[in-house]
């Protein structure tokens, strides 16, 4: 049995640990994991509270918690008006693509042959990271301390069992070049793991090295030039190598399940962001927990719980009775939009409760704390200064009223100079568009990835693959065309540069 690392038998392996742990556990942070944490109370703007309590001692096991039981058989009729209904869908096969500075990568099939393409398809660029990258040397020291902790018992326990069988295609396909189970499920279980060992953090100044980074804006209707809703997300982490050199586009085609497209990293079964052809478009932010109550070692990881709305959901509805029904291990935020209802939802999570705020004249942004009526006291108390730094300069570009507002004129081009707005809320002083991280602005938090969604239309636009990330031209891709749908909606403009 695993305990946790307040037992006292958890203190007889931390002097083994620490050392190792300080020099290396930032790495496993679950992406959007940068802010200060020394400022004020939580903000209570920007979305509406429909707030729903959960059960901390609902059902624990990993394969049944956030099950939809939607339809999800494959046909041509993908969500919102993406493509046309062709009758039944195929998926395309297996194989790999580059364009414009991004992997493309298609995988079909059961986890476990999802998982061998994954690894065989991107090989050589495991291979680099096993033999060439810091981050992922610096993961292969943290796996000896998991497993002296019992966090790896954790995560091979609780992670669904399509983590698994994928993680044991990828092992079988790259073991060769060291790429491990434990290493696997490791990395695809880092939200986690930061929250049970985030005792051992370094600290830097008078918070911990890392602590949670994101942001995400959701604008349909009346906030938008013309009605469509779109979803936009900063991916915030740090200057990671392998994650800067690789940045992927995975094409997710499984067995029976709603197809979808995820951006990430060679070895990122876990995502951070995706969309279905359902229109339903997701982004995940850390936040940090009040106290030891609010996570524990039973339920799900967020970070493969997106993954599997993203498989299992078919709406925004379905996607909501999910989280709820869901057990949560974490505390987290997941951003949420349907292109087919422009309905939105931001979901502030604990293991003790779930808060829902939706969209207030029709915007809606989240960034690292919970403003929810029901959580707004369940995260770190005070809020990362960062966090709210950004959230405030959110409600000046978004609300209808934001000194700096662009409400009414919103669309992929003025979202893509929203994320790159470099704008100190309180002082109306910019960064330097060198700045990558100085906690700032929107667009220097250490952003890798920043994503554009048009839900409605099947589409969006990424930037990623050098620093500084948001000045880098954000190049479009088409749900429809990826999945080779007939009538699928290009992206327009293909590149905003």
């Known amino acids: 049995?695993?305990?946790?690392?307040?037992?006292?038998?958890?203190?007889?392996?931390?002097?083994?640990?620490?050392?190792?742990?300080?020099?290396?556990?930032?790495?496993?942070?679950?992406?959007?994991?940068?802010?200060?944490?020394?400022?004020?109370?939580?903000?209570?703007?920007?979305?509406?509270?429909?707030?729903?309590?959960?059960?901390?001692?609902?059902?624990?096991?990993?394969?049944?918690?956030?099950?939809?039981?939607?339809?999800?058989?494959?046909?041509?009729?993908?969500?919102?008006?993406?493509?046309?209904?062709?009758?039944?869908?195929?998926?395309?096969?297996?194989?790999?693509?580059?364009?414009?500075?991004?992997?493309?990568?298609?995988?079909?099939?059961?986890?476990?042959?999802?998982?061998?393409?994954?690894?065989?398809?991107?090989?050589?660029?495991?291979?680099?990271?096993?033999?060439?990258?810091?981050?992922?040397?610096?993961?292969?020291?943290?796996?000896?301390?998991?497993?002296?902790?019992?966090?790896?018992?954790?995560?091979?326990?609780?992670?669904?069992?399509?983590?698994?069988?994928?993680?044991?295609?990828?092992?079988?396909?790259?073991?060769?070049?060291?790429?491990?189970?434990?290493?696997?499920?490791?990395?695809?279980?880092?939200?986690?793991?930061?929250?049970?060992?985030?005792?051992?953090?370094?600290?830097?100044?008078?918070s911990p090295a890392l602590s949670p980074g994101c942001s995400q804006l959701v604008a349909r209707g009346a906030a938008t030039a013309d009605g469509r809703i779109y979803h936009a997300r900063i991916l915030d982490w740090g200057d990671i190598d392998y994650l800067i050199e690789f940045p992927v586009i995975f094409v997710r085609q499984p067995d029976a399940l709603s197809p979808h497209v995820t951006i990430g990293f060679p070895g990122n079964l876990s995502p951070y962001t995706g969309m279905s052809w359902h229109g339903l478009s997701i982004g995940s932010n850390e936040s940090d927990p009040l106290d030891g109550d609010q996570h524990d070692l039973v339920g799900s990881s967020h970070v493969q719980m997106l993954g599997m709305l993203l498989a299992w959901a078919d709406s925004l509805d379905a996607a909501t009775s999910a989280v709820?029904?869901?057990?949560?291990?974490?505390?987290?935020?997941?951003?949420?939009?349907?292109?087919?209802?422009?309905?939105?939802a931001a979901f502030e999570m604990t293991a003790t409760a779930v808060g829902v705020r939706e969209p207030v004249d029709d915007v809606l942004w989240l960034t690292n704390h919970f403003v929810a009526e029901t959580t707004s006291g369940l995260d770190a108390d005070p809020a990362g200064a960062s966090s709210l730094l950004r959230f405030d300069r959110l409600t000046q570009l978004a609300a209808p009223d934001g000194v700096d507002t662009r409400y009414g004129e919103i669309d992929p081009e003025v979202l893509v100079e929203i994320l790159r707005d470099r704008v100190n809320p309180y002082t109306f002083e910019e960064s330097s568009i060198d700045d990558f991280d100085n906690d700032s602005s929107l667009a220097t938090n250490g952003a890798v990835y920043q994503i554009v969604f048009s839900p409605e239309e099947l589409v969006f636009w990424v930037a990623a693959g050098a620093i500084p990330v948001p000045q880098q031209p954000f190049v479009g891709f088409s749900v429809g065309e990826l999945l080779g749908m007939d009538g699928a909606v290009m992206p327009e403009p293909a590149i905003i540069p």
């Open 324 to 344: 709820l029904a869901s057990d949560h291990m974490t505390v987290e935020q997941f951003g949420m939009a349907d292109g087919e209802t422009q309905g939105a």
């Open 1 to 206: 049995m695993v305990m946790k690392t307040d037992c006292p038998s958890a203190q007889l392996v931390r002097a083994l640990a620490v050392l190792a742990v300080l020099a290396v556990l930032w790495v496993l942070v679950s992406a959007c994991s940068k802010d200060s944490k020394d400022s004020n109370d939580n903000n209570d703007a920007g979305g509406t509270d429909a707030d729903t309590d959960t059960d901390s001692d609902t059902d624990t096991d990993s394969d049944t918690d956030t099950d939809t039981d939607t339809d999800s058989d494959p046909d041509a009729d993908a969500g919102a008006d993406g493509g046309e209904d062709a009758g039944p869908w195929e998926a395309v096969p297996s194989h790999r693509e580059e364009r414009d500075g991004y992997i493309i990568v298609w995988l079909e099939g059961t986890p476990y042959e999802m998982g061998f393409q994954h690894g065989s398809l991107l090989h050589d660029e495991i291979e680099w990271g096993m033999t060439s990258s810091s981050y992922i040397d610096q993961i292969q020291l943290i796996v000896p301390v998991a497993a002296l902790l019992g966090i790896d018992e954790v995560a091979a326990n609780h992670s669904y069992p399509s983590i698994a069988e994928e993680c044991q295609g990828m092992v079988d396909a790259a073991g060769d070049v060291g790429w491990t189970m434990e290493l696997c499920l490791l990395v695809n279980f880092g939200d986690v793991l930061v929250e049970y060992l985030g005792d051992y953090l370094p600290v830097k100044g008078d």
